[in-house]
C-alpha cells in the first residue's frame, strides 16, 4: 500500500483552514475482528504487521475558518477529543475513521454533524499547561448528543526531541494520516486534509479516566497505552467526496 501519497498535497481547491495544537496521542492494541466489525462497508480495517490499533487524541483547534471567511474567535477556536482507527478502500488511500469527536462548541458540532457526517459530540472540555514541568492537562465531558456520559481526564507530558516520523514504522503509520472516511445514508464519503508532517515525540500519561472508548463500544485494555505528543501542524481541508 502507497503510504507516501496521501502526504501530497492534492490538486483541488480548500475549503477550510485549521491550526490543530497540543495534541495528545494515546494508543492501544485491539483484536482486529473487534475493530472491524464496527466499520461501515467500504472499509477495511488497516493494519501494522497485523497489530490493529485504538486512538484516543485530545487536542486544541485554532483559526477554523471557512477559505473565504477570517476567524472569528468565539467559534474558531476550540477543544477536540477523537476516539479513531486506521482503515483503507480496497488496498489504498490509507486513513482514519472516528467513532466520536468531542467538540467544546455548540455551533461547530452541529455543522460538522450537518456538513461532513462526521459523528461529533458537544462537550464541555479544558486544557491546562502546568506552570512547571511541561504537564498538559486535559479534561472532557459530553453533554449531548447520547451515548452519555463519556469523559476524559488525563495528564501529558512530553519526553524527547520532537521529529518527523519515518516512513514503515509504526509511529508513521499511526501520526501520518490523512484521508477521513464516514458513513452517511448508505454512502462512503472521504475527506482530505493536507499538513505537514507531524514533529512528534515520546510522551508519558498519569491519571488517566476515560469512558469514550467504552461509549464508542470498545473495552479499552488494561496495558498501558502507546503515548505520543505534538506540537501541532497548519492544515488545508479539502471538500468531502462520495467513493
Given at each position: 500500500?502507497?503510504?507516501?501519497?496521501?502526504?501530497?498535497?492534492?490538486?483541488?481547491?480548500?475549503?477550510?483552514?485549521?491550526?490543530?495544537?497540543?495534541?495528545?496521542?494515546?494508543?492501544?492494541?485491539?483484536?482486529?475482528?473487534?475493530?472491524?466489525?464496527?466499520?461501515?462497508?467500504?472499509?477495511?480495517?488497516?493494519?501494522?504487521?497485523?497489530?490493529?490499533?485504538?486512538?484516543?487524541?485530545p487536542f486544541t483547534m485554532q483559526g477554523v475558518r471557512p477559505a473565504l471567511l477570517p476567524p472569528f474567535p468565539p467559534l474558531s477556536n476550540f477543544h477536540e477529543t477523537n476516539v479513531r482507527t486506521y482503515v483503507h478502500r480496497e488496498g489504498k488511500d490509507p486513513g482514519v475513521?472516528?467513532?466520536?469527536?468531542?467538540?467544546?462548541?455548540?455551533?461547530?458540532?452541529?455543522?460538522?454533524?450537518?456538513?461532513?457526517?462526521?459523528?461529533?459530540?458537544?462537550?464541555?472540555?479544558?486544557?491546562?499547561?502546568?506552570?512547571?514541568?511541561?504537564?498538559?492537562?486535559?479534561?472532557?465531558?459530553?453533554?449531548?448528543?447520547?451515548?452519555?456520559p463519556a469523559t476524559l481526564s488525563v495528564r501529558g507530558l512530553a519526553e524527547g526531541p520532537a521529529a518527523a516520523s519515518t516512513p514503515g514504522t509504526l509511529q508513521h503509520f499511526l501520526m501520518e494520516r490523512y484521508f477521513l472516511y464516514t458513513a452517511h445514508g448508505g454512502a462512503l464519503l472521504r475527506g482530505q486534509v493536507h499538513h505537514t508532517p507531524y514533529r512528534v515525540s515520546g510522551a508519558r500519561v498519569e491519571g488517566l479516566e476515560e469512558s469514550l472508548l467504552e461509549a464508542a463500544g470498545f473495552h479499552r485494555p488494561p496495558a498501558a497505552p502507546l503515548v505520543h505528543a505534538s506540537d501541532g501542524v497548519d492544515v488545508e481541508v479539502f471538500a468531502l467526496q462520495r467513493v
Open positions: 500500500m502507497d503510504r507516501l501519497a496521501p502526504t501530497r498535497r492534492p490538486d483541488a481547491r480548500v475549503v477550510m483552514y485549521q491550526r490543530w495544537r497540543k495534541l495528545l496521542f494515546l494508543h492501544w492494541e485491539l483484536p482486529a475482528e473487534v475493530l472491524a466489525r464496527a466499520l461501515p462497508p467500504g472499509l477495511s480495517l488497516d493494519t501494522y504487521e497485523g497489530r490493529a490499533f485504538i486512538g484516543l487524541v475513521f472516528f467513532f466520536s469527536l468531542d467538540a467544546a462548541n455548540g455551533i461547530a458540532v452541529r455543522l460538522a454533524r450537518a456538513w461532513y457526517k462526521l459523528p461529533y459530540f458537544y462537550s464541555r472540555m479544558t486544557l491546562a499547561d502546568g506552570a512547571a514541568g511541561g504537564w498538559r492537562t486535559y479534561r472532557s465531558e459530553r453533554h449531548w448528543p447520547a451515548p452519555v
